[in-house]
């Protein structure tokens, strides 16, 4: 009994203690980091504030001071003689390395994070950050064993030279990673945070540091590149603008259509990109020949924020429509093989077209040579859900049919309420081309729309053949601009100079008749 007791008291309480104190107060640090954590959280501090950063730098040496003190107090407890000398001299150096980490690493953060970033907002490349606390600790390393353990330290300076070309070659694309690097942060081409493309990699930049740079991609793709790599490739750091970055697009169109009519429609489906800026605006450059066609560079910006490819995703699918509407082909080098005669496609789609326009009521009531007249003028135009047909206050003549989809009528703001939504069989643009006067709403595709377009000139024709047409649509007119008016709840009187626009002031049928004598005055209707 006295031998086992004492085997206890001089070993295994030793031990015991000396493994349990840690277990213990390593479980309490962890509680208290985690309260702390929340503690910052609920302040509102971000990932960038410096008692989170000063909170993770201190955390494991926190800890490890904390389990070194534990295991010298065990063995401290423990009965004289039970632990080896040299576990005790072990626990010691031990408890001074850990306290040299956490006063090390509590200094570092103190000189990084708040003193350069948050008061000289200067940002220290992490490549320098991680290259002086080697350097530091190594130091100090060194200084403690010559002095304070009295190691000599000179073979280790002076190691072989064999020794140094053979640790010099296993280390060949390490020591290039860190030269690289090193040189990469001096004059860095890139911030933290930029969008950079570097060989086929695109991506934000989220970490660089002694070995490679991180980027990650638009759909969240990490890319790890060795900075060996990134110093032989070409950079191109697409955040030149601090909060914008810019995109370019390129495009081989067909040689039948002009320059100038390439630039408009492009500039026009960027313009129908909400996210993509105004100012700077974006530009279209001509890149050179190809075999089967033209090559158009589009350079556009948007705001750092906007995912690039939701937004490029917009401006692709955009350039289709556009290009679609006005005509422009994509050509691509295949051999197209017509089977069918021209002629047979031609009198299919006047069919379909004729179709259509039964469909449509004010034009139900035309004769066949009316409605086939009208079918060889019509043009088709498709519009994708989101896209701007007509914008309020814009000039335009031109008059639509809806033939398959749905678009909204907005009077101002296109985040507001529509104050119509028009269907397949409808029409609308019937309001600057009877009275000439600029667009008096906003007209958006709620979804993909084919759209049959009529031109004045088309309109003015059919209008002389079949003047009652102006009976209908004028009532129409003055029906919507009586909806108008209540919706925007404007008084009368502010109308009232414009009688010929909206017959304000006097009843719907007066209002009618005011603008049918316009109409009928501006086709030169007899
Ligand atoms: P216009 O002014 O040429 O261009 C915008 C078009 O929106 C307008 O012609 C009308 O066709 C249409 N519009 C305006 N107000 C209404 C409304 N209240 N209801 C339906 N369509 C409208």
Not at 268 to 275: H, K
Not at 294 to 317: C, M
Request: with cysteine; proline share 5%; hydrophobic share 45%.
């Amino acid at each position: 009994m006295e031998t086992w007791f004492t085997l206890w008291k001089t070993s295994i309480h030793a031990w015991l203690s000396a493994a349990l104190m840690p277990v213990l107060i390593v479980t309490l640090g962890a509680v208290v980091w985690r309260w702390s954590l929340r503690v910052l959280a609920a302040r509102g501090a971000d990932e960038n504030s410096f008692w989170k950063k000063l909170l993770e730098a201190i955390a494991l040496p926190g800890y490890l001071v904390i389990g070194a003190t534990a295991i010298k107090v065990g063995f401290e407890m423990a009965a004289p003689g039970s632990i080896p000398q040299k576990w005790l001299v072990g626990s010691n150096l031990l408890v001074i390395f850990a306290l040299v980490l956490l006063l090390g690493e509590a200094l570092f953060t103190l000189a990084i994070d708040f003193y350069l970033r948050q008061r000289h907002a200067t940002e220290v490349p992490s490549i320098f950050q991680q290259l002086s606390k080697v350097s530091v600790y190594g130091l100090f390393a060194l200084s403690f064993l010559s002095t304070t353990l009295k190691v000599d330290i000179t073979p280790l300076l002076t190691t072989s030279a064999v020794v140094t070309m053979v640790v010099g070659f296993a280390l060949q694309d390490v020591l290039g990673n860190l030269f690289s690097g090193i040189s990469v942060h001096i004059s860095p081409p890139f911030r933290i945070g930029d969008w950079i493309k570097v060989g086929d990699f695109f991506g934000r930049v989220v970490e660089s540091n002694w070995r490679a740079t991180t980027l990650r991609s638009a759909d969240r793709d990490t890319f790890i590149l060795p900075n060996n790599d990134i110093a032989k490739k070409d950079i191109v750091n697409m955040s030149q603008r601090p909060g914008f970055l810019y995109n370019d697009f390129s495009i081989g169109l067909s040689y039948e259509a002009s320059p100038d009519q390439v630039r408009r429609s492009l500039l026009g489906a960027c313009g129908q990109v909400r996210e993509i800026c105004r100012s700077p605006a974006p530009r279209v450059y001509m890149e050179g020949f190809q075999d089967f066609s033209i090559t158009y560079r589009i350079r556009y910006w948007f705001k750092d924020g906007h995912s690039p490819l939701a937004v490029r995703d917009q401006l692709t699918s955009r350039i289709w429509y556009r290009l679609k509407r006005d005509g422009i082909t994509i050509p691509f080098p295949i051999r197209e093989v017509n089977i069918h005669p021209e002629k047979d496609q031609k009198a299919e789609m006047i069919d379909r077209r004729l179709a259509l326009l039964s469909e449509v009521d004010f034009l139900r009531e035309l004769e066949r040579p009316h409605r086939v007249f009208l079918a060889t003028r019509l043009k088709e135009y498709w519009y994708e859900a989101g896209e701007t047909i007509v914008q309020k206050g814009s000039t335009g003549t031109d008059f639509f049919l809806i033939d398959r989809g749905r678009v909204s009528v907005f009077l101002d703001d296109e985040a507001a309420s529509p104050v119509a939504e028009l269907a397949s069989g409808q029409f609308f643009g019937e309001m600057s081309l009877l009275t000439g006067e600029p667009r008096t709403a906003t007209v958006r595709a709620e979804a993909e729309t084919l759209l049959v377009v009529l031109s004045q000139e088309v309109m003015s024709t059919l209008l002389r053949e079949k003047p009652d047409l102006a009976n209908l649509l004028s009532s129409v007119l003055a029906d919507r601009n009586a909806k108008n008016r209540a919706a925007q709840d404007r008084p009368p009187a502010a109308e009232a100079d414009r009688p010929a626009r909206s017959g304000g002031g006097v009843d719907d049928e007066q209002a009618s008749s005011l603008l049918l004598d316009r109409i009928r005055r501006f086709f030169r209707l007899s």
